[in-house]
């Protein structure tokens, strides 16, 4: 029996009035397309598309207008049909600028031709992947790892259970609970589908107990289906993280700069399955993902919407923002990213949009009390609080041995701080320095690697050179 935490530290944030109890009563609707989509060309972990189209170009729904950059990588579909209007560089929510396509709304809803599987019932691993891969499907809970590459095992690894994480943790985000209560079948037919593809007996979906009616409909749904079983867990974040899920549902421990599949598990967001079933069944790209609005909106929701969608069509749609809002989040309050601007796009990750009041207020540090919560709570079992005095003093190496590069960014430790430390800021900080860090040795070696080679060459040619007259080298 396992214990009642199912996976070591986490918190349980509160929500006010106006978190998931409220939201999570709202049906799905359909959000009408906007008069101009942006999409950017990297929305993936990975290398960015290849866009396919130029200025001018007429395009219909569904139609590949960006080509995966690598394995790595994912494809990028028109959302609406129209024309080109430019291939430039947009801002995305991060703040950074990167190309994108868009793309001008004629409302005509004119789809490129779409292929469904013929015999779904036997597909084989092989096109399974593919499929997944012309879809442009990612993880849809947030990661969004191109899930092609999550269903290739390489280096002999075989998968053996499937988790799906139908948990949704993040405060006020309730897209995925809607899902399985609005599409269960489907979810469960994707799962069922993946199992057959990739040989796999077992799977196991995951759904926290404050979702107790997702959990009965998922279980209904699932009913004759062999292999297939729906989990209960205790309402904990982060319980939607990969590793946590895995431990959670599997007692499997992924190491540490793993994944799950080194466990011989693989992981998939409810959504992201969904996407799956609707490309096998009906041969859709992922041109669209549910989206949360929540918090101090005037009329909360659950959205289908186009992705490249700008931010304030999603707004409009809920009557607008209250005047107390101080803060607008991308993604959840926990692990989302404050935005300033309402001219971004909704891309495959962006599970929800949350308006914050003066809760959102980032208050005023103060020294470090050595009080130990934040390891208390980390669900990495890492010691936040030190690590961020490592970081405060450019001391990277001590901070990378203390494990900063396994920190999930979860946001655990600043949510528990009494004394109020940026401590998730400094593990992101500090990640992204060693990042930049080990890329530029991984250059000079390569130069110092070439040069070498390059002075080798050349006192072997000089050999050539100085061999006598006759003499054979």
């Keep these: ?29 359909p959000l009408e397309a906007p008069p101009r989509v942006i999409i950017p060309l990297q929305q993936h972990i990975g290398a960015p598309a290849k866009a396919l189209v130029q200025a001018g170009d007429h395009v219909r729904i569904g139609q590949k207008i960006g080509e995966a950059g690598g394995f790595v990588s994912a494809h990028i579909h028109a959302s609406v049909s129209g024309t080109v209007h430019a291939v430039q560089d947009a801002l995305l929510p991060n703040g950074t600028q990167a190309p994108a396509v868009i793309i001008d709304n004629d409302y005509h809803e004119e789809w490129v031709e779409l292929h469904p599987s013929d015999h779904p019932e036997n597909l084989t691993a092989q096109e399974l992947q593919e499929i997944v891969r012309e879809a442009g499907i990612v993880g849809l809970g947030g990661a969004t790892f191109p899930t092609s590459v999550k269903l290739t095992p390489s280096g002999g690894r075989k998968i053996e259970k499937i988790v799906i994480n139908g948990a949704e943790c993040e405060p006020f985000l309730t897209a995925d609970h809607r899902l399985m209560l609005e599409k269960a079948a489907d979810i469960i037919d994707g799962v069922r589908l993946m199992m057959l593809a990739l040989d796999v007996e077992e799977a196991n979906i995951g759904i926290e107990n404050n979702k107790q009616d997702a959990i009965d409909i998922m279980t209904d749904a699932a009913k004759g289906v062999d292999g297939i079983k729906v989990t ?96 607008f989040i991308y993604g959840g309050p926990m692990m989302g990213m404050a935005i300033a601007r309402f001219d971004v796009p909704v891309t495959k990750g962006c599970s929800g949009l949350v308006a914050l009041g003066n ?9 470090c009390i050595k009080c130990g919560a934040c390891r208390q709570v980390c669900p990495m079992k890492l010691f936040p609080s030190r690590i961020d005095a490592f970081e405060r003093h450019g001391r990277l190496e001590e901070a990378e041995k203390l494990g900063v590069m396994n920190c999930i960014e979860c946001g655990c430790c600043s949510f528990t701080c009494p004394a109020k430390r940026s401590l998730t800021q400094s593990m992101r900080t500090a990640k992204n320095a060693i990042q930049r860090k080990h890329r530029r040795e991984a250059a000079h070696k390569a130069q110092e690697e070439a040069a070498q080679r390059a002075r080798e060459e050349a006192a072997q040619n000089q050999s050539l050179t100085d061999q006598p007259a006759g003499k054979e080298a």
């Design 1 to 29: 029996m396992f214990e009642k935490r199912m996976f070591p530290g986490g918190i349980h944030p509160e929500e006010g009035p106006n978190g998931k109890a409220v939201n999570g009563l709202n049906p799905i609707r």
């Design 359 to 367: 809760e959102a207020m980032e208050p005023k540090e103060s020294p």
């Design 232 to 327: 209960g867990l205790p309402v904990r974040y982060p319980q939607g993280g990969e590793k946590q899920l895995v431990y959670a549902l599997t007692r499997r421990q992924v190491p540490n700069g793993g994944l799950p599949l080194d466990v011989g598990v693989v992981v998939c967001n409810v959504g992201t399955v969904y996407a799956i079933d609707k490309a096998i069944r009906e041969g859709r790209p992922l041109v669209d993902r549910i989206t949360t609005v929540g918090g101090l909106v005037n009329n909360p929701g659950n959205f289908l919407v186009r992705i490249g969608t700008p931010i304030d069509h999603l707004i409009d749609a809920c009557g607008g923002l209250q005047a107390h809002v101080r803060q």
